[in-house]
């Protein structure tokens, strides 16, 4: 087969210190981030910061573009519109509109928004077919829910990599899968992009997505370890088998990538910001795994010999 990557002799060990400094950054950036979600002064999603849902049918299909500038014109710039059935290649006519108010003034944010259809649309009548309103005690908990699925793969993340080869390399992966996380939430931050569940499910997904990466380049020095170890020749070992598996690396990154910007570009304004935490998490994640995991298992080794098993 056609090999697009050449064998290479890169010393990725050698920069591990510039790593650090950018994965610091980096790092310091998303627990910024996580502290303002904490207190509440991030653009949440109305998952989490509570809000109204409302979902109807036009009598006539009607283009989304048109829909949405008459919604953001008339006081909800920030809704969240969704197609929810296809009549042909260009318009709709059953959607789902999710705004982050409830109540606005000593309107319901329901009555405010059908209010603006029909003025807007006189001649296609908008049937309501049902409203949903989400407290602010109710996106507490989902939020707090999210925190817990976000722990617990990280828990089940250190016990299968301990298992598998050792508790400092489950660790170290660890390490390099919240740096991934982290630093697509600091990035959404800066960018002021709202955290909604389908973020929360892309950061999960990146999650597994960095860990399988970081297990191919473990699998690697682990064999090359049991081959070719000498006294001396630790990081020697680990910088080889990174360059052995650069190949495959890059290539499942390359492909992956293509897959959600095209997603991003023509997937809609639903999954407009999932498919973004996926193109930076997929790009992050593929850096973390050369330039985080494997550097924090040779410091390691600098102070007590690790032993895959």
Known sequence: MLRIIKETNINFIGQRRKAFLISGLLILLGLFAFVMIMLDKANMGIDFSGGTMLQGNFENPINIADLRDAIVTGGFP???IQELDRSNVDVYNSYMIRVKESITGEERAVDKLTAIITER????????????????????????????????????MIIYIGLRFDLRSGVAATIATFHDVLAVLGVFFILDKEISLLVVTALLTLAGYSLTDTVVVFDRIRENLRKFRKKGQ?????????????????????SSLIVVVVLYLFGG?????????????????T???????????????????????
């Open 78 to 80: 920030e809704a969240s």
């Open 234 to 254: 630790f990081v020697t070992t680990v910088n080889n088998s990174i360059n052995e598996v650069l190949s495959r690396t890059i290539m499942t990154s390359l």
């Open 121 to 156: 649309f006189p001649d296609n009548p908008f049937q309501e077919d049902s409203e949903h309103t989400i407290g602010p005690a109710v996106g507490e908990t989902l939020r707090r829910s999210a925190q817990w699925a976000v722990l617990i793969s990280v828990i089940g």
């Open 269 to 285: 304004e639903v999954v407009h910001d999932f498919a973004l935490a996926m193109i930076i998490g997929i790009l992050v994640g």
């Open 287 to 309: 850096y973390s795994s050369v330039f985080v995991a494997s550097p924090i298992v040779v410091e390691w080794e600098a102070r007590r010999p690790i032993r895959f098993k």
